[in-house]
């Protein structure tokens, strides 16, 4: 389970309000069935709790300390391809053999692969599989444990229809008019290359913020204050991804040696390329944040936590979700700040600064030397 131990793969939301005093017994009354009960034609989702099989959500099975852990479910019964395949050759080879054909029309075969498909599902094992949430009455912060926006959107969905509240993603838009307060942004599509590739593009937040990441690293310190949580360190490695919408090489990927300082690396951001995607770190004293981040949507991807002190599950429990709390707010805390920086009077001069960094590394960087 990705909250209790190793890497998480998540995104973040705003709940907009508490959860109602029976917010168990709502969740218990949309929680899945028992695996013999999976229809045949649909598939079954709802709430279980400390694994596939525990339909039961009461305070000792759904709480861990102060957060709600409960996971949605999807149980769908399906037949293996190669089942299928063989039952339905074997039928077909019957009736041509009872009729004295050769072949069969491919009306006659379809006939005969509904007819294997409704005989066969109601025997089938269902297929389970699972998505985990952590839930912050405190902050009122709900951590979805996937890379997939398709299920983060199921969840969230079931979510809301059971306690009743809005769920407002943490996407690079909404935390952006958040920062500034306002219903609208207006800010440009940086232009890192100073060569007007960006005058066409549509407005991309989250990749203009992780590309102003990699210029932090370089061009500045890499460091960044939090209020409340102190000084931070930013680092950015491979692999990365380089997309530039409005150009013909839509898509660079580096990995290999030090994609960082590479002259390829270079050349792309020269050509208007910017990071969609690239494996970022956060340190704070022994602490260290590691994962890769999913810039369109604001998805962390193998996000690795610093390690622990905590001995008993209660409280290394606890202690995952103070390190993934603190994470959360240290980034969407530097997210506000480049906000401010680029739509702000010194927006110009920060502007010029980034074109100058994609400018001067060239020669900052011995491995970038082009003839």
């Not at 907009?16 to 949309?30: C, I, R, T």
């Not at 370089?218 to 997309?243: H, M, N, Q, T």
């Not at 530039?244 to 290999?256: D, I, Q, T, Y």
Request: proline share 5%; hydrophobic share 40%.
């Amino acid at each position: 389970m990705p909250f209790d131990t190793g890497n998480i793969s998540f995104s973040v939301y705003r709940i907009n309000k508490d959860l109602p005093e029976d917010y168990l017994e709502q969740f218990s009354a949309k929680s899945g069935c028992l695996p013999e009960k999976v229809p045949s034609d649909t598939p079954n989702v709802g709430w279980v709790a400390r694994h596939l099989l525990e339909r039961r959500i009461e305070s000792d099975t759904a709480l861990q300390g102060d957060f709600l852990h409960l996971h949605f479910r999807s149980a769908v019964r399906k037949i293996p391809g190669s089942l299928m395949s063989a039952e339905c050759k074997q039928r077909e080879l019957a009736a041509m053999a009872a009729d004295n054909i050769s072949s069969l029309s491919r009306k006659r075969k379809k006939e005969i692969k509904e007819e294997v498909e409704e005989e066969l599902l109601k025997f089938m094992p269902p297929l389970l599989s699972g998505v985990p949430f952590v839930f912050d009455s405190e902050t009122k912060l709900l951590y979805v444990g996937t890379g997939s926006l398709t299920q983060s959107d199921s969840l969230v969905q079931l979510f809301i229809d059971t306690v009743d509240v809005d769920a407002v993603p943490k996407t690079p838009m909404m935390e952006a008019m958040i920062a500034l307060n306002a219903d609208r942004v207006e800010i440009d599509p940086l232009d890192f290359s100073g060569k007007n590739f960006s005058k066409d593009e549509e407005l991309n937040l989250g990749r203009d913020f992780l590309t102003w990441m990699w210029f932090m690293c370089e061009a500045e310190d890499g460091k960044f204050i939090v209020p409340d949580l102190g000084e931070f360190c930013l680092g950015i490695d491979g692999p990365l991804s380089l997309v530039a919408e409005n150009m013909g090489a839509h898509e660079s990927v580096l990995r290999k040696g030090l994609p960082t300082l590479s002259p390829e690396a270079h050349s792309a951001l020269r050509s208007g390329k910017k990071l969609k995607s690239a494996r970022v770190s956060f340190t704070r004293g022994d602490e260290i944040w590691t994962f890769t981040l999913d810039a369109d949507n604001f998805i962390f991807k193998s996000l690795k936590l610093p390690d622990g002190e905590a001995m008993d599950a209660e409280a290394r429990f606890d202690e995952r979700i103070s390190f993934l709390d603190t994470f959360q707010e240290a980034f969407y805390s530097l997210y506000s700040d480049y906000v401010k920086a680029f739509s702000g009077k010194n927006k110009a001069a920060n502007l010029a600064a980034v074109q100058e960094w994609v400018g001067d590394r060239l020669y900052h960087n011995p491995e970038n030397h082009e003839g």
